[in-house]
């Protein structure tokens, strides 16, 4: 499965956080996968550091809506892995084994997940 983390290459001073909404982005080549080993070819497509969390996410919880708290982070209690953290144009490759359920991908460094960075990924 592909990841790629992306910027827009500078603070914006818009939305929610230093990034424009539009510009900061978690993308995936699928949005769903088999239970099982998953590995992720992450790649940090932007100009500064990003990092990809998996955190289960509840039937009920919408993608996007986790709060935040200073610095505009949010609670990485329950999260899998880091499963990379890489500098900008860095390529990390982390294989995982995921039960079936909700989870969202995120980049949790400051201001990032509220402007943007997280997407859905369902195990079946």
């Known amino acids: 499965m592909n990841v790629s983390l992306t910027d827009?290459?500078?603070?914006?001073?818009?939305?929610?956080g230093a990034y424009s909404a539009s510009a900061m982005q978690v993308r995936?080549?699928?949005?769903?996968?088999?239970?099982?080993?998953?590995?992720?070819?992450?790649?940090?497509?932007?100009?500064?550091?990003?990092?990809?969390?998996?955190l289960p996410l509840a039937d009920s919880q919408m993608i996007g809506a986790r709060p935040f708290g200073p610095g505009a982070k949010i609670d990485e209690a329950g999260k899998l892995t880091n499963a990379a953290h890489s500098e900008p144009k860095v390529v990390r490759t982390v294989t995982l084994t995921?039960?079936?359920?909700?989870?969202?991908?995120?980049?949790?460094?400051?201001?990032?997940?509220?402007?943007?960075?997280?997407?859905?990924?369902?195990?079946?």
Do not use: W
């Open 28 to 54: 995936t080549d699928q949005g769903t996968v088999p239970r099982g080993p998953v590995t992720f070819k992450v790649t940090n497509g932007g100009v500064v550091e990003h990092e990809m969390l998996i």
């Open 98 to 124: 995921l039960a079936p359920g909700r989870y969202e991908l995120v980049c949790n460094h400051p201001g990032h997940y509220v402007s943007g960075m997280y997407a859905l990924l369902t195990v079946t």
């Open 8 to 16: 827009s290459g500078g603070p914006k001073g818009q939305g929610n």
